[in-house]
């Protein structure tokens, strides 16, 4: 909000609509804003989610191998715990009026844009 008897705030009490239209960005500046958001959200052909590693090269120690495979095994059964929850509709919540199942926390995705997944790590 402009301050309160600046020249921005005459503008805003006697033509409201063009101090608003002032503040939106051009048309350029928003395709390229969303442009940008939807490439970055993507999920890449060969990406891993949480739970998953692509080999068990990574360490030599059995524990921690152990622990990986619980940690993924645990994932898949959060997952499957969302699905079913998606299902029962006695849990009106989770898909509202419009019908959309709840999947930000979905573990796995398939390839593009999908609204679900959490990769094991990110690059930018």
Sequence with gaps: MPEVGSAEYKELESKPEKAYLKTVNSM???LLGVSLIEILSRHA????YLGERAS???TS???????????GKAMS?????????????????????????YTLLLPSS??????????NSISI
């Design 28 to 30: 350029l500046q928003t």
């Design 45 to 48: 052909s060969d990406e891993l």
């Design 56 to 58: 068990t090269e990574w």
């Design 61 to 71: 120690e059995k524990d921690a191998l152990e622990l990986c495979e619980y940690f």
């Design 77 to 101: 059964e959060v997952e499957s715990n969302i699905i079913e929850r998606n299902k029962d509709v006695n849990l009106k919540n989770r898909t509202g009026p419009v019908n959309v199942p």
């Design 110 to 119: 398939a390839e593009g844009l999908t609204g679900r997944g959490i990769p």
